[in-house]
């Protein structure tokens, strides 16, 4: 299909980006081919802060997504954006009261547990506030803990809940829980606490799309 073709889709993203690999898991469950516009975050004091960067994303931030000339920015509007474009197969289930559910989980993740060890709050913390790396490491725990701990008590008891966060077939809820999990980890935070939420992580890791949008599978992995 003409709206497929690669070179129509650009995907400006850095590869440990959380927000990042959310949308490279949702292209990758919607079967969309994409072309990798690598955007370092600590290079040259930032690639997000260059003059070209910021002409396509005033906020400095990834990801943007370039489709057939538009330019998306913010990676939950992305999702929603390839949910309603390229609505086969669903990232959403069908039902209205499913498909808030469904949303609620996403923006626990994207709005309550992300933004608080997003790169940059955390140069801000060591930077101009002067913490330590030690107490940098207790803000992320602190926060990821109460996030994470709120949602694994509300999938534990959903009776909504599948082999995913919503039924056996993977959501946008989904492609936010694996990249918050892949964050935790980085922070040596002990998930053991969350069994509901590594069991589906380890499902969602069982396939390939999950798999490919890894930021160590990403061409500009360090």
């Known amino acids: 299909m003409e709206e497929n073709r690669k070179d129509e889709r650009v995907l400006h993203n850095y590869f440990r980006s959380s927000s990042s690999y959310r949308v490279r898991i949702a292209l990758n469950l919607k079967g969309l081919p994409f072309e990798y516009a690598a ?3 600590n290079r040259n004091g930032g690639e997000q802060f260059q003059t070209e960067f910021k002409t396509l994303n005033p906020q400095g931030l990834v990801p943007v997504l370039r489709d057939q000339g538009l330019n998306v920015s913010q990676s939950l509007a992305i999702l929603e954006y390839l949910e309603e474009k ?13 498909r808030a559910y469904v949303r609620q989980l996403a923006l626990a993740i994207a709005c309550e547990i992300h933004p608080i060890s997003n790169l940059r709050v955390l140069k801000f913390l060591t930077g101009t506030l002067g913490l330590s790396e030690e107490s940098k490491g207790m803000w992320v725990k602190h926060w990821t803990e109460i996030g994470l701990s709120a949602l694994e008590s509300e999938l534990a008891h959903s009776t909504k809940r599948g082999r995913y966060c919503f039924g056996d077939v993977p959501t946008i809820a989904d492609c936010c829980l694996v990249p918050q999990l892949f964050n935790a980890r980085r922070f040596a935070i002990d998930l053991s606490q969350y069994p509901t939420l590594t069991t589906i992580d380890a499902a969602c890791q069982e396939l390939s799309e999950f798999q490919r949008a890894h930021p160590q599978c990403q061409p500009d992995s360090e």
């Open 39 to 41: 955007v370092h975050l």
């Open 86 to 98: 390229y609505p086969h197969p669903p990232l959403l289930p069908q039902a209205i009261e499913d």
